[in-house]
């Protein structure tokens, strides 16, 4: 009998270019999408910063100066975003079986840092300049330019960020953010230069401190949300829902528990479940069941199921299905449990097990738990409790 990634790679040349309910692209079409992307983004920041060095030394302007520092900061986070690619699809090995994927979070937190680090060296300078100021010269040509560089800025900045939402990058996500900012850097230039032609009065070094603090806290934002990601998160909802919604269309199956996925990078997720089945399923109509789960979940959803537990529904004895249905009822019915699975009754030794889900939300998950063993052993007296506290760990 064929093994699950046998019956996976067999099928994945057939499926996979057919396969309207995959939920990401292909990992070959996702990397060349990203690196497209990020050569845009290469070639517009390094143009801009070009032309704006140019007019911002001519014009002696530190606001549009620092414009071309912050738009070769993007230019360098494309670059990284490219490096981190292409390492992340490099094939697992023995060092590493579940493969580089999670490089790509290493690169969205350095494109993170360097936002920061643009931010506090724009801010340095804008203090000097406050301190010792000097007055600009603009241009027609350099008022043009720095218009130009807005509207780019702007049109790059969503494009980017949708491709990064669109191809769960974050590198890219953060780079179109990047963009974001650098164009509201554009615009409070320009709209300092227009009062300084019109008025006289020179505000772009208070601008350009203003802005430096809004870079600063993008940077730490991003690094937050960088270090989440590597820390681990839970489970996507909708990817969890889609995951249950696939193993629940196999007859057989009563119920999906427990799902734990473990990230591997963006789009690469390894992960187990249980499923209930009633007590009468033999052996091998359970290997076999496991084994279309498994395959059927990768092909829909991009996820390699690692490992199916086995919960059994007592379908033989009348008492232990009466009590099932009392102990749901009853358990139930406890604020913060929002679900209980896998009841197994055994008259003959007297024992009785569940899991119950307790939420979150719960201010003391341990006092609930002691409220389900006591309710449940005031009804059920006689019988040896064996009750685990379970978590949903994709729980909204």
């Not at 692209?25 to 990203?34: G, I, K, L, N, S």
């Not at 218009?147 to 953060?174: E, T």
């Not at 600063?216 to 996507?236: F, H, Q, Y």
């Not at 009590?323 to 699975?341: E, F, G, W």
Request: with cysteine.
């Amino acid at each position: 009998m064929a093994t699950i990634k046998e019956k996976i790679n067999s099928l994945r040349e057939n499926s996979e270019a057919n396969s309207s309910d995959a939920i990401t692209a292909p990992e070959a079409d996702r990397e060349r999408e990203v690196v497209r992307v990020s050569i845009i983004g290469i070639v517009a920041n390094a143009f801009l910063a070009a032309f704006k060095a140019f007019i911002g030394i001519v014009s002696g302007s530190i606001a549009i100066t620092l414009d071309a520092v912050n738009n070769l900061s993007d230019a360098a986070s494309s670059v990284i975003t490219i490096v981190g690619t292409k390492l992340a699809g490099k094939d697992a090995d023995k060092k590493h079986p579940f493969g580089y994927g999670r490089i790509e979070y290493l690169t969205a937190m350095v494109i993170s840092l360097i936002v920061l680090y643009a931010g506090i060296t724009s801010l340095k300078e804008s203090i000097g300049s406050i301190i010792h100021p000097e007055k600009p010269d603009y241009s027609t040509v350099a008022l043009v330019i720095v218009a130009v560089g807005l509207l780019v800025k702007i049109i790059l900045g969503r494009f980017v960020k949708a491709a990064g939402k669109r191809l769960n990058s974050d590198s890219l996500v953060n780079s179109g953010e990047d963009a974001t900012l650098d164009s509201i850097i554009s615009a409070s230039t320009l709209a300092a230069a227009l009062i300084f032609t019109f008025s006289g009065v020179s505000l772009e070094s208070w601008l350009g401190a203003i802005i430096s603090v809004v870079i600063i806290k993008s940077g730490i934002d991003m690094l937050k949300d960088t270090l989440s990601e590597i820390l681990g998160e839970k489970a996507d909802v909708e990817l969890a829902r889609a995951i249950k919604k696939v193993v629940l269309k196999h007859e057989g199956v009563h119920g999906v528990y427990d799902l734990v996925l473990n990230n591997y990078g963006p789009d690469v997720y390894n992960g187990s479940l249980h499923i209930e089945v009633e007590d009468t399923m033999s052996a091998d109509e359970l290997d076999e069941l496991i084994r279309e789960i498994s395959v059927d979940v990768y092909m829909t959803c991009r996820v390699l199921i690692t490992a199916v537990g086995v919960y059994s529904i007592n379908t033989k004895d009348p008492v232990a299905i009466e009590a099932r249905k009392n102990v749901m009822s009853l358990v139930l019915a406890i604020p913060y449990v929002i679900q209980v699975h896998g009841f197994y009754l055994r008259e003959n030794d007297k024992s009785m097990r569940f899991d119950a889900v307790i939420s979150f939300d719960a201010p003391d998950r341990k006092a609930v738990y002691r409220e389900i063993l006591a309710k449940v052993n005031e009804a059920y007296p006689d019988y040896k409790l064996e009750v685990a506290m379970d978590t949903d760990f994709s729980e909204e």
